[in-house]
Every structure is written in C-alpha cells, then in structure tokens.
C-alpha cells in the first residue's frame, strides 16, 4: 500500500500508506441489495426533488452520500429522512436491509399500509406524524433487536397481538391513532419497556396487562379503558384521564392469584418460608411426605375404580380418529360446497389407554357441592375438521413470489383494489401470473385456518368468465392470492384510461363483454350452492384477456373475508352501489345486479359512474342516464363517442332496456341475471339475423364486418 521512508536529514516522509489508507477507508461500493432497497424506496416515495443525491438507477448510495442516509463500510446502516415533506409509500425491499438499525421518516405525509417486510435487525423504528394506515405490519414481531418504536400520529387501525419477543423495547409510541379492543396480552412480556404512550385510541377493557412491567411513564388518556388501575402503576408518571374508570375500592383476586407486584423467581432449589421470629421453618416432615404418598396412591385408585365403571358412557378413542380422519365435505352437485362445520364431544374410554401409559395420580381440587363422581367426568374434546385445500392448487412460498415479483417491485404493480395489492409475477418457467397480496385490514395475520378455507372454497369456482385461481402463499403471517393473468388490463382501463391512440372497444366486443361478465355472475348466483353475492361488480374488476373476453376477479373474497363489507362500505360512492346498499350497508343477489346496470352504462356511454369534474347534474351516471334509456334520440346522443355511430340503433335500443331492469331503484323488480342473460343472448342472435340498420344508414363493408364480429360471440 505504499512506502514509507527516512531522507538523509533525518525528517519522517509518509509516502503512498497515507494516501492508500484513505482510498481503503473510502471505498464506496455498496452493498447490491441495500441499494436496490434504496432505489426501490425512492421509486415509491414519488421520486422527491429533496432526496439529494438519490437516483432511479444509482448504485453507490453509500459512496455517493445520499440525503439521509449513513454508513458503515458498504452497507446502509441508517436512513433519516425527518420532516422533508415526503409523500407516496414505502417499498417492498426493507427486508435486505439487513444491517439496518435505524428508520426515521418521521414528520412527513407518507401514507397507505407499512410493507409486511421491514428491516429485520431495526433497532429504533420511527414513523410518527405521517398518514400511514391498516395494520402494523406482523413482521415487527420478529424484530427481536427492536428498542424504540414511534407509530404515533398516524390512522392504524389493528394491532395483533404480536409483542410477546420484543422483550428489549424500552419506548412505545402507539398515540392517537384508531386502534381499538382489548389491549394485547403479549404486552406483559415486555420485560424491558420504560416509556409506553397509549393515548388518544379507542382502546377498551382494563389495563391490568401492564400491571407487572418495569414502566416509569405511562399515558393512557383518552380512551374507553374501564375497570381499576393496578396499584403497581399509581407511583409511575401515570396520565389516564378521559376513561372509564371504576371507583371504590378493587375487588379482591381470586383465590389462587399471585400477590400484586412484580413476580419473581425463586432463586433457590428448595423453599422455605421465614416464620414470625425471622427463622426458617422446615419443609414438610418424613412422616408427613409418607401419609401424602399413601393418600395419593389411595386416591387414585378410587379415580381409576370410577373411571372404569362409567366406560359404559364413554367413547372410545378409535371413534375419535375416525371422526378426525373423516373427509372434507364433498363439493355439491351444482359446483360449489355446501360448508358444514362438524364438532363433536367425544369421552375418552379409560380401555384405549396403552398399558405402558403413566397414570397422573394427582388428585383433582375438591369441589364440596360436587359429588366425587361428577369429578372424575372428562371434559369432552371437540374435534376440527381439516381443512384440505384441493390439489389443484398450488402452494406457493413468500420466497417464491417474492423472486418471481423482483421483491415486489414497483416495476410489476399493476394496481391496488379493495382488499389489497396487485403484482405481476413470471416464474423460472416462463409462466405469468398476478399475485394478490391480502391487506391485514381484510384478513387479519393470525386468519390462516380461515384463509386456508377461504381457498379451499375459491378454487372449486370453475367458469370461463371468472378468473381462475392458481395458487395461494400463507406464510409467516403473510397472505397471498395467485391468480391467472390477463395481459389486457381491466375493462375500467381500457374504458378510461386508453390513450388517444388506443383502438376503442366496437359495440360488439362491449355486448360480448357484458354478455361475458352477465353469464359470470349468473353463476355466482344460481350454479353455486350456496348462492355467492360477489358485492364488488365493477369495471375494474372486469380482466380482458387478448380475445377481449371478460373474466370477473375477486370472487368469493367479499364472501369470505370477515371485514369484506366494512371494507367495501368504507369504499361506497363511487357510483356502483345499489340503492340500499348505501343506506343499509347490506348486500343481495339483487344489488350485484345494479352494480352490472353500471357496468353496461359505462360500456353504452364511456363515462366513469361517477365523475365529479363533470357538471353536478351529470357527476352521477346513473341518475343522469336513466331518464334517457327509453328515449331514442336522447339514447344516441349519449353513446360513447369513440363508437363514432357505428353501432345498431336497434341493439343499442334493447341493451339500453336491459340497463334500466337492473339499474331500478328497488331490488325486488330487478331482474335474476339468467333473465339478464337470456335478454343479452336474443339481443345478439336478432342482430346476427337481421344486420340491416347500421347507425341509420347502410355503410357497405364496414357494416358487414361490424356485424360479423358478432357471430364470434358464443351464445349458445
């Protein structure tokens, strides 16, 4: 690395070393996946003007001295972006960020879900005062190194209970945020916690999970706590304003329950117990040890006697693997299963116990207003039924989808609907497919035995128009949907979004769409048993695929999903809920029908069902197209203008009565969509025989071959 030498007069002369040594201490290549993470974050944070030095496309965030970010040799050790106004949303690559012990993008207008991934060995994590929503993300349980944790100031709504080995956290910032239920039990692990702020929520319950921890603030204001404060917490900097508390004096513990105060252990290998005089008594004396022997012995034989005299009632536990081995329920006749939950409440027979058994031989608490028989009763055992998810489907792991995704990249998002986000994923063997990634908002982390069902059910759905589901990832609380994928895009895209030099969608290949999605939710409703209400219809939810047929998404989620309806409530007035559904927040077979009126409106006029750029009287498309559909020069004049007038009045006329049965204001006199359906097949046969009026005038070839099109629609 150089020389260094002595000249002739004896002065020191520091050669190359110097120079090597800092060439060596500046070396500026950074570690490949921190930089990725880095280039993927300022993708999604919209690529701000202050990020200094960041880039799209740079390699060294390291060596080129990115805003915010800081070092140790070639790996990113800290990233501190405090109140630089930021917007957008984190990336998916935090979790190779593994030498990460520092976030702090606190102060700024993030928003959406946090990524599931965050980095691993983070020590101080701050996201406070942003617009960050749903759910702290799951993977904060692993975060073992984890000791400051600031999400206060933001609009999370769920906590699970997920604390349980976060036992270095010493500050916890949850404060005014929209968490809300019991607190989690796992707090009372937190055996290192100092400073807790819980304030400004909607928890409920009591707080009695705290009572133990090392805790010398704790705020509390502003909540719906009730019940009593523990003493231990009334000589801490305790704030609890704003509740419910209860007043007078606790109740007592119940029997058994240890002292309050701080539990510890006994550090000795026996006990022993201080008496009055500061002495030690004894433990329990020979003879006392002998007679407790003999009673246990004698004890248990009574319990075994009774055991075997009540074998008459009992069941034996063959019966029970039996049972337990018993089949999944077989799907119905009409193609979809009808769930049946089994339970039973088998009693151990005292014979299927193996001879070479060990027999507890401890009595039971006695119960002096029970008899001695009624004691020995074994409690039953409820049996659950497994869930099997059918062989057609593939499992895949996070690590699967996350190689075939690039991580999630920004790159291969196609779009975010109502219960999460959509990537686009090509595997090693060249297949495409859309990976759906479940918010925890729609389907908590610890739901894997109801996902589990949920795909169980979804991928018995077998229908040309309905989008066929290929695969499923539950892993590390994490819950992915795989889908087949359609390379057009969704009918809401190619309606709204298409560019000047798109081709627009013929009248033809918009009745085949419709005819397609019609027959899709007919047999959602009247082939399934028990019938699906899909509750989301709309335009994006529409997938085309090159053959522009239509292929209805999200099936059976709403169904499934145990915060579906408050999701999609929450989502209401965009112009496809029904009626009663905004009033009632209530979903029918007759509210999917008035959701697919507008899905036609839209294929008639080429307008959003609601548009508020537009004048108030036309924002909403239904009220302002109704009182149009039995009007034929009020009809024409509202069709799409990129048709150009090539459409058939006559066609036009019956595909507008078809829109103004589903789209009525009360849901009894809206059609079945077999009714809808059949009305959409006549309209197409009578249009194949008759191709006589083109726009109200004959138009020679293209005409012709506007008209041929239609016999490519399969209405039979």
Not at 314 to 341: C, H, I, W, Y
Not at 439 to 454: K, N, R, V, W
Not at 466 to 485: K, S
Not at 607 to 621: G, I, M, T, V, Y
Request: charged share 15%.
């Amino acid at each position: 690395m150089g020389e260094c030498w002595l000249n002739k007069n004896g002065i020191l002369f520091v050669g190359f070393c110097v120079l090597g040594f800092m060439v060596g201490c500046n070396n500026g290549d950074t570690d490949p996946a921190d930089a990725a993470a880095l280039r993927d974050m300022y993708s999604f944070l919209n690529s701000p003007q202050q990020l200094t030095q960041w880039s799209s496309s740079g390699n060294d965030p390291c060596g080129q001295s990115w805003k915010g970010v800081y070092c140790s040799g070639s790996r990113v050790t800290e990233i501190k972006l405090p109140g630089l106004s930021l917007s957008g949303s984190f990336g998916f690559q935090l979790s190779s960020l593994t030498s990460l012990t520092n976030l702090d993008v606190s102060n700024n207008n993030l928003g959406g879900q946090l990524p599931y991934q965050l980095p691993p060995n983070a020590q101080r994590l701050n996201f406070a005062n942003n617009n960050f929503n749903q759910q702290l993300p799951w993977s904060i349980s692993q975060m073992t190194s984890l000791k400051y944790l600031n999400v206060g100031h933001n609009q999370f709504q769920g906590l699970n209970d997920m604390f349980g080995q976060l036992t270095n956290l010493v500050t916890l910032d949850l404060s005014s945020n929209q968490f809300s239920g019991s607190l989690p039990q796992s707090f009372s692990m937190l055996s290192n916690i100092q400073t807790m702020y819980l304030q400004n929520n909607q928890f409920s319950g009591d707080i009695n999970a705290l009572a133990d921890l090392p805790l010398q603030t704790l705020n509390v204001e502003n909540n719906h706590f009730t019940g009593w404060i523990p003493n231990s917490l009334n000589n801490i900097n305790l704030q609890k304003g704003g509740n419910s508390w209860s007043s007078g004096p606790a109740p007592p513990p119940p029997p058994g329950t240890p002292p309050a105060g701080k539990y510890k252990r006994n550090s000795g290998s026996g006990s022993s117990r201080s008496d009055g005089n500061g002495g030690k008594k004894s433990g329990i004396s020979g003879g006392g040890v002998a007679g407790i022997v003999i009673s246990l012995l004698l004890v248990g034989s009574i319990a075994a006697f009774f055991i075997l005299k009540k074998k008459r009632f009992q069941r034996s536990r063959t019966d029970v693997e039996k049972l337990d081995n018993q089949p999944f329920a077989p799907l119905a006749a009409s193609g979809f299963p009808e769930m049946k939950s089994v339970q039973s409440a088998p009693i151990i027979d005292a014979k299927s116990f193996d001879a070479s058994e060990s027999i507890n031989l401890k009595p039971p608490p006695i119960d002096p207003h029970k008899s001695f028989e009624e004691e020995l009763v074994v409690k039953p055992i409820v049996v659950k039924k497994a869930i099997a998810v059918p062989t057609n489907v593939n499992s895949y792991s996070v690590a699967d989808l996350q190689i075939a995704t690039g991580s999630f990249n920004v790159d291969n998002f196609l779009g975010e609907g109502s219960f999460g986000r959509v990537y686009r994923a090509q595997f090693e063997d060249g297949k495409v497919l859309a990976i759906k990634k479940l918010d925890s908002s729609a389907l908590p982390h610890d739901q894997s035995d109801l996902f589990l069902e949920m795909v169980s059910n979804i991928s018995r759905l077998n229908h040309p128009n309905v989008t066929e589901l290929m695969g499923y990832c539950a892993e590390h609380g994490q819950h992915l949907l795989v889908y087949e994928f359609q390379k057009v895009g969704s009918l809401y895209d190619f309606l709204h979004l298409s560019d000047e030099y798109s081709k627009p969608l013929t009248w033809n290949s918009r009745v085949k769409i419709a005819l397609g999605t019609a027959r899709a939710l007919e047999y959602l409703h009247e082939v399934c048993s028990p019938s699906i209400i899909h509750k989301n219809i709309k335009s994006a939810n529409i997938l085309l695929d090159s053959d522009l047929n239509p292929h209805v998404s999200d099936c059976g989620l709403a169904t499934f999903l145990p915060n579906a309806e408050q999701i999609l409530n929450q989502n209401a007035g965009l112009g496809y809920s029904a009626p009663e559904v905004s009033m009632t927040g209530q979903y029918t077979l007759k509210s999917d029908v008035y959701s697919f009126g507008v899905v036609m409106l839209e294929l008639l006029s080429g307008r959003k069902p609601f548009d508020n750029s537009r004048q108030r009287s036309e924002q909403s498309l239904v009220r302002w197209a109704t009182p149009k559909l039995h009007d034929i020069d009020a009809l024409s004049k509202m069709v799409d203008p990129a048709l150009k007038g090539l459409y058939p009045v006559k066609s036009l006329s019956r595909f507008a009565d078809v829109i103004a049965l589903c789209v009525q204001g009360e849901p009894e006199f809206r059609p079945p969509m077999s009714e809808v359906v059949q009305a959409l097949v006549r309209l197409v046969q009578r249009a194949n025989m008759s191709k006589r009026t083109f726009g109200g005038e004959q138009r020679g070839s293209q005409r012709s071959d506007e008209y041929d099109a239609f016999e490519n629609i399969n209405c039979v």
